[in-house]
């Protein structure tokens, strides 16, 4: 049973940096998974907020590009988001995704919070 589960959020004040970690579990072949965060802040639609195929192709959406990092550790199972430089409207709930390698099933974690606040 595949799972992941996020940590590393909380309470930051602008311009401030945050590691998000999500580990995951019945994944057979980690490392062929495409990896990703996700983002909803209230009231709003979940948004892409970055995604890595492989070791090293990256994708971000335009709002955190030159201030967030995804990176994984194929070896521990683990995906990174480092945050720096937030902001006010990087208030959300932070979800990790991946999408598996072969039959493209999606799965979800349940989420993590980070807070922007003076």
């Known amino acids: 049973q595949v799972q992941l589960v996020e940590s590393g959020g909380g309470l930051v004040q602008p311009g401030g940096s945050l590691r998000l970690s999500c580990a995951a579990s019945?994944?057979?072949?980690?490392?062929?998974?495409?990896m990703g965060w996700y983002r909803q802040a209230p009231e709003k639609e979940r948004e892409l907020v970055a995604t890595?195929?492989?070791?090293?192709?990256?994708d971000y959406a335009d709002s955190v590009k030159g201030r967030f990092t995804i990176s994984r550790d194929n070896a521990k199972n683990v995906v990174y988001l480092q945050m720096n430089s937030l902001q006010f409207e990087d208030t959300a709930v932070y979800y990790c995704?991946?999408?598996?390698w072969g039959d493209g099933m999606d799965y979800w974690g349940k989420g993590t919070l980070v807070t922007v606040i003076e």
């Open positions: 995704y991946t999408q598996m």
């Open positions: 019945g994944i057979n072949f980690f490392s062929l998974n495409t």
């Open positions: 890595i195929r492989g070791g090293s192709n990256t």
